[in-house]
């Protein structure tokens, strides 16, 4: 199992943004697994920042595209018990709660 947090984590399969979570993959299909709150430093856990996407496999950023039309548009790609994966956002706007130019997603 592959440990990471984040300030954020948005959730695609609730449609929900949770705060300062930890989050477990599978090593060898990279699924996600487990989230639990982070409330202190955690051994074998690797601090990325920013947000976190659990999403479908084939999640990806549009150009030009805002948070709310990504996640509108994602929550709808999940259905029943698909695995989900988890997806870091660099250079996202944790102040605006919104992509920049630079933001993408990058498969954990």
Known sequence: MQYYASHYLWHAGQDKLFRMQRIGLEVSGRTWVSMEPLEEEVRNTQWLG???VL???DSELRKGETFQEF???TVSAV???QP???F???FF???KMEFTERSRLVRL
């Open 79 to 81: 259905t029943g018990d």
């Open 71 to 73: 996640r509108a548009r």
């Open 50 to 52: 920013g947000l976190i």
């Open 93 to 95: 706007d944790l102040q």
């Open 55 to 57: 999403a479908a496999s």
């Open 84 to 86: 989900l994966y988890a």
């Open 88 to 90: 870091h956002v660099p």
